[in-house]
């Protein structure tokens, strides 16, 4: 079985602009969620999606958003970018039925100069 | 808040035994995950206790104990490659949202 992919790998963006992030899951996993890891703030929460639905969300501004679509791809977009976006952002998938067991993407690292 | 509480580094010698510790919140604890997670790599799920007690996979087992709101990582028969950062992870009132610790990483030396 395929893992977890994101696209793309590494981003380098301007302050102000925005950014589209990309998640396709394991085949036949329903939920996908979005971290932000950081060296400072470590491995943060951003938002859970199943079946096309929100279902929980971490405490980031309004700039960070997300959805997810009927195949269960998920994209996040992150507007107005500052130099604190810069972080790896991970997306993991899991069958939906409980959070504990999730399986990680290798990333996007995103550079905001 | 929701927070959790593990050592920030760990130093062992190959082949001998190491205890990583989590101590979390407990008001509306759900359960507790162990993640690995080498440099430059992705987290990948290591093990889960719901219940009291311990889940042996192979040479890493995780312990729990809901009276003491503690949890901890076991790693026997260390290898150089168990060089990493480890995060215990929570999820609280049933959510589907995990919270992760700001991870210890452990260094084994030969």
């Known amino acids: 079985k395929a893992g977890v992919t994101q696209t793309p790998r590494y981003l380098i963006k301007t302050r102000g602009q925005q950014v589209t992030l990309s998640c396709s899951p394991i085949?036949?996993?329903?939920?996908v969620s979005w971290y932000q890891q950081t060296p400072g703030q470590g491995l943060q929460f951003l938002f859970e999606?199943?079946?096309?639905?929100?279902?929980n969300k971490g405490n980031f501004p309004g700039r960070f958003s997300g959805r997810q679509f009927s195949n269960s791809r998920s994209e996040m977009n992150v507007s107005t970018l500052e130099l604190g976006d810069s972080a790896l952002y991970l997306c993991?998938?899991?069958?939906?039925?409980?959070?504990?067991?999730?399986?990680f993407g290798p990333g996007t690292r995103l550079t905001v100069t | 808040g929701q927070s959790l509480e593990q050592p920030s580094e760990v130093t062992a010698v190959e082949g001998a035994i190491v205890q990583i510790n989590c101590t979390y919140q407990?008001?509306?604890?759900?359960?507790l995950s162990w993640y690995q997670q080498h440099d430059g790599g992705a987290p990948t799920f290591l093990s889960y206790?719901?219940?009291?007690g311990l889940e042996e996979t192979g040479r890493f087992s995780s312990f729990l104990s809901r009276s003491d709101s503690y949890g901890y990582l076991l790693l026997q028969e260390l290898q150089m490659k168990d060089s990493a950062s480890y995060f215990c992870?929570?999820?609280?009132?049933?959510?589907?949202?995990?919270?992760f610790g700001s991870g210890t990483r452990l260094l084994v030396r030969p």
């Open positions: 206790n719901g219940l009291d």
């Open positions: 993991a998938s899991s069958l939906g039925d409980s959070p504990y067991e999730q399986y």
């Open positions: 999606y199943f079946s096309e639905t929100q279902r």
């Open positions: 407990t008001s509306g604890f759900y359960g």
């Open positions: 992870a929570v999820s609280y009132d049933s959510s589907y949202k995990l919270i």
């Open positions: 085949s036949g996993h329903r939920s």
